[in-house]
């Protein structure tokens, strides 16, 4: 034994001497509990003055720009370039550096909202591995020699064959202007538009249905009855934000008359939020579709006209599966009484369903309601074939020259193998992406583009809605807009900024000067984000009997999909398509339905998993049927809700050249994409699903392993039809005074900050947790970690299922700290690091905090996270996008949510610099001010006028846990759900 043991005193010495303090080992003395606040206070004043930072010299402003404040963020409105949605948004700066995106409330479609996706992408601008100059055959290559060598090989490439811009489908107005420009410069020049998911399938049945290419925009919110045949709108869908603040108005507003009816093969977003849920394969959409069109014209829900007689001759014999049957009857059933106040959507790429959907909204008298042809959707652009034939002429020789811009076909296209030895016959390829992706490594010249937050440019996702990118930062590497590349390349000044400002001159200006000059025009554009001009008029088109008829004969004469297993490939929340394989905060994101992170895999049924013989983790290889793609290995997830004979994958992993943190997560699923004369689809059959015996067992980095609320009351619901609602409020208040309270009286403060989450409005969407991640400086810790239940998250998204496995109720309930007033992790904390404020909210002092985890093992809400190791990124700039108003924490500490305490004090100091009290709404916190939902809602408890008081006291409300007597200062309105006719 250590001869240090045999001590009877153990000395602490404060720094420099200043105090000795001895304490008894006995056990009789004052114990561990003494040991711990006396080794608390010595580490809070070692870290004062015993870890002294290295000397820097700090040179201020010679003449400090009158603009800038050091330490006060400014906001700027801008786009997200998350994906071709264009939501608006607004970028904090703080001392030059972006550090925040938040949705900008000045846009008519997001509405203030952002999605999880678009709220990390600001990680994507401080990427270490982005591709920072120009490179020539993989070598470091000066501008002026590569603008050279481009500009002999695009003049030989005239007369050699076509020269094609190839792009992904959110250009903007001025860019396509651009494009079009260029390539007319050229014989043979083309624009081809790519989208890594199918998405051209909607506009070809609208195109077949009326004779005009139509691609409508949808109002849910006029909606009283949404049927949804596999469209994850609330997910990843065109426009996820735009559609879920539409869809939480319509759950919301009166109350019990909103149905929503989703039809699909595996768990969606959008299915777990619906009313109604049937569970059929992929192959069955187009079937259950087309009966019930025909069920609302033998119902006489459609008036007798040409087209019912069109739609009966068509459908005369056509019988599909019960289940489809059934299916079909319960949604004409729904669709009967609202006429005009429905809506059907679909994204799948089977253009006969787009077509039906497309006659079953015009006979129900939706266009011109719900569907808005006046203002068509232009983001979702990008034909399959167009694709096809490109890479077709490819291989014949016959493309001389290939720009490739936002997009990445060598990893996104099915047939990615082709696509590549089409792309070595090109003799002249260029890259613009902003890293060495799969692409850019083939390619010839790579001229990386600058991030969409270095840049200039615009965006029209719907027609009539015009926003505009600006420059937040500096370019941080050597590189170039791609405007300004394809300026160079033809000989005009590059300078892309002047060629926006004439684009908006000449196009937006005219329609809406009202008086200004330009430059005041431009200038409240900017400060704004967003104008709106009016719509070009639409030519009205009548649909076409006949049209339909044939689509439903064609759908009838498929043949039975028989009793193999289908493939269903669906784009997840956080990665998308890929694009963003690098970005340790996306990955790390939770995935709604199934909680894993870093990873794919394939979701199978219960059902299934056991008529296999295998369990979760287990690895199983899907052999694409039709001699087509090849077979990709997954681990297994059992995942409740899923069809039997239907396996779903997410795309977007298997990445092999995105950066570091991508390579090894997941598995390639887009060769299982089939690929047909009409363009991709995202279900397949499959020819055999091999189970992998002599594999290990795979470990998913889950962040939540029990599915089930094993019948507490977490989440409440109630009967869509009770208007009148259950006293939530009245009940539990009263029940409180019958209890007893070892906290004493509740402690007076300035303010008590509370919060009300309206689960009737949330949809479980998670933009909340990444918002909180990019706003408090949360690090992402990787899947080992995570597999160990060490995440950081402050706030998390529970997801518990009830009732049958097979088709069960799903139900979220954010989760984050309940700032309790009476706080168990307070009572048993022996350093004091957690104590409450004047403001009411439970904080945590990291100088104090020893690492004891007594809070952690205390709070029954379990929200307080322990920092296992250093997680903070080391690399420089990476750091640059922290937030510096937020403590960069070290190892051994507690965390959990502060309400963004750094926001309240923001508030408190503009307040009392103008002499004023806050105002009820003026605090907004990072998760509130994110949610595309408006879920949740923030303010002053004690002020009774406060929103957040009032919704508190409404009869839906309740706190989570409240037995236990903790008052937690976070209510929720409890979910209102229809419960009859469930599937």
């Known amino acids: 034994m250590d001869a240090r043991d045999n001590r009877t005193e153990t000395e602490v010495a404060s720094p420099k001497g200043l105090a000795t303090i001895a304490v008894e080992a006995s056990p009789d003395a004052h114990g561990r509990r003494t040991f711990l606040k006396i080794l608390g206070l010595s580490v809070a004043a070692g870290a004062l003055s015993g870890c002294k930072p290295p000397r820097q010299k700090i040179l201020p402003y010679v003449q400090q720009p009158p603009e800038t404040t050091p330490g006060v963020g400014k906001w700027y409105a801008t786009t997200c370039h998350g994906c071709s949605a264009a939501c608006g948004a607004l970028v904090k700066v703080m001392d030059g550096k972006p550090i925040k995106l938040e949705g900008n409330p000045e846009h008519p479609l997001s509405r203030g909202g952002l999605c999880a996706y678009g709220q990390g992408t600001i990680v994507g601008l401080y990427d270490p591995y982005r591709q920072r100059e120009p490179a020539a055959r993989g070598k470091t290559t000066p501008w002026t020699a590569m603008d050279a060598e481009i500009t002999a090989a695009l003049d030989g490439a005239r007369t050699k064959g076509e020269v094609v811009v190839l792009t992904g489908p959110g250009l903007g107005p001025t860019t396509q202007a651009l494009v079009n420009e260029f390539i007319k410069g050229f014989p043979h020049g083309r624009h081809v538009v790519y989208s890594p998911t199918p998405a051209s399938a909607v506009a070809a049945g609208y195109t077949r249905a009326y004779g005009a290419p139509i691609q409508p925009s949808l109002h849910l919110d006029r909606a009283r009855v949404i049927v949804s045949f596999g469209a994850d709108f609330l997910g990843a869908g065109v426009s996820p934000v735009e559609y879920t603040k539409q869809y939480a108005d319509a759950r919301s507003d009166e109350i019990g008359t909103f149905h929503h009816i989703q039809v699909e093969a595996g768990m969606t977003l959008a299915g777990a939020n619906a009313d109604t849920r049937f569970v059929l394969r992929p192959s069955d959409y187009a079937a259950c579709a087309a009966a019930t069109l025909r069920k609302l014209t033998e119902t006489g829900t459609i008036p007798a006209s040409a087209f019912t007689t069109a739609i009966r001759n068509a459908s005369a014999g056509a019988n599909a599966a019960p289940e489809v049957e059934k299916a ?23 253009v006969e369903l787009q077509t039906v959907i497309a006659a ?70 260029i890259s613009t992406a902003i890293v060495p992706d799969e692409t850019a490594r083939l390619v010839q010249w790579h001229c990386p583009t600058h991030h969409p937050m270095e840049r200039w440019g615009d965006a029209e996702p719907v027609e009539g809605v015009h926003s505009l990118y600006q420059p937040t930062i500096r370019p941080l590497y050597r590189t170039r807009a791609f405007e300004d590349s394809l300026l160079q390349w033809s000989a005009r000044p590059a300078d892309f900024h002047a060629y926006l400002q004439n684009s908006w001159r000449t196009r937006l200006y005219p329609k809406l000067a009202n008086g200004r000059t330009f430059d005041a025009f431009w200038d ?63 990955q790390e994101l939770p995935d709604p339905v199934t909680k894993i992170t870093w990873d794919n895999g ?37 995942q409740p809700g899923q069809h039997p004979q239907t396996i779903s994958v997410a795309l977007g992993y298997g990445r092999t050249a995105a950066g570091p943190l991508a390579k090894g997560h997941g598995a390639d699923a887009y060769p299982l994409m089939s690929l047909t004369q009409n363009g991709r689809g ?15 067992v795979h470990v998913f980095a889950r962040t939540q392993p029990h599915d089930s609320a094993e019948e507490r009351d977490l989440v409440r619901e109630e009967d869509a039809h009770d208007h009148a609602g259950h006293e939530h409020g009245e009940h539990d208040a009263a029940a409180e005074e019958k209890r007893a309270n070892l906290w004493g009286p509740p402690r007076k403060s300035e303010r008590q900050w509370g919060m009300t989450i309206d689960l009737n409005r949330c949809i479980g969407c998670s933009a909340c947790v990444t918002s909180c991640d990019i706003e408090n400086n949360i690090p992402a810790v990787g899947p080992e970690e995570v597999a ?24 979220f309930q954010p989760m984050l700290c309940q700032h309790c007033a009476n706080a168990s992790c307070e009572s048993v904390c022996p350093v004091l690091a957690t104590m409450h404020d004047d403001q009411g909210l439970n904080v945590q002092v990291y100088n104090r905090c020893v690492g004891t985890r007594y809070c952690a093992n205390n709070c029954p ?61 003026e605090m907004v916190t990072a998760c509130q001010q994110s949610c595309p939902a408006d879920a949740i809602i923030f303010g002053d408890r004690q002020d009774p006028r406060s929103r957040v008081a009032q919704s508190a006291a409404d009869k839906r409300a309740y706190r989570v846990l409240e037995e236990i007597n903790r008052q937690p200062a976070i209510s929720y309105l409890a979910r209102k759900r229809r419960t009859e006719g469930k599937a």
């Open 360 to 429: 079953m909204n015009d006979a129900l008298g939706n266009v011109g309601k719900t569907i808005d042809v006046a203002r068509p959707i232009l983001q979702a652009h990008g034909d399959d074939r167009d694709m096809a034939a490109l890479i077709s002429r490819m291989e014949q020789g016959k493309v001389a020259a290939l720009i490739i811009h936002d997009c990445n076909p060598a990893h996104t296209w099915p047939r990615a193998e082709a696509f590549k030895k089409a792309l070595a016959r090109v003799g002249c390829s």
């Open 788 to 811: 160990r239940s060490r995440e950081m998250h402050w706030m998390r998204l529970d997801r518990y299922y009830a009732g049958d496995r097979d088709n069960p109720e799903v139900e």
């Open 328 to 350: 079909a009857d319960a949604i004409a059933a729904a669709l009967a009484g609202h006429r005009g106040q429905s809506l059907v959507l679909s994204d799948s790429a089977d």
């Open 602 to 638: 394939a979701l199978m049924a219960p059902k299934t998993a056991a008529a296999l013989g295998i369990n979760e983790g287990q690895w199983v290889a899907l052999v694409p049927g039709n001699g087509q793609g090849s077979a990709v290995e997954l681990p297994v997830i059992v």
């Open 524 to 586: 409240e554009a900017l400060m704004k984000g967003v104008v709106s001009a009016p719509a070009a008029s639409q030519p009205t088109a009548a649909l076409r009997p006949a049209a339909v008829a044939a689509s439903l004969r064609e759908i009838a004469s498929r043949p039975a999909a028989g009793d193999g297993y289908q493939v269903a490939l669906f784009a997840s929340v956080g990665m998308r398509d890929g694009a963003a394989a690098n970005n340790p905060w996306l």
């Open 861 to 921: 809400y379990k929200v307080r996270r322990f920092n296992w190791f250093d997680n903070q990124t080391k690399l420089a700039v990476r750091r640059i996008g922290l937030n510096p108003n937020v403590t960069v924490r070290s190892r051994g500490v507690m965390e959990k949510c502060s309400f963004c305490l750094q926001r309240i004090e923001e508030v408190r100091i503009r307040s009392r610099n103008e002499g004023r009290d806050i105002r009820d709404g």
């Open 682 to 696: 995202s279900h397949a059959p499959l020819k055999e699903v091999k189970v992998l015996r002599d594999r290990p």
